[in-house]
């Protein structure tokens, strides 16, 4: 899937849902409020504080992804 830099609510909602697909939920995923309003920064997106057993999630999930 091409980026697309100029839309980043969607890739937020895009990564929700890719997140989702593995059973990942992060409560506090959005786009950083100070970062939309800088005029050389592209907006950030937050992924915020996890826990241990969410950090597991994303770790097999991207280690299921790589051995693909």
Do not use: W, Y
């Not at 992924?47 to 999930?61: F, H, M």
């Amino acid at each position: 899937m091409e980026p697309d830099a100029a839309d980043p609510e969607r890739t937020v909602a895009e990564l929700a849902r890719a997140l989702g697909a593995h059973g990942i939920t992060l409560p506090s995923l959005g786009l950083d409020g100070p970062s939309m309003f800088q005029p050389f920064v592209p907006p950030l997106i937050e992924l915020g504080c996890v826990t241990e057993d969410t950090a597991r999630k994303i770790i097999q999930a991207l280690t299921t992804r790589d051995s693909r």
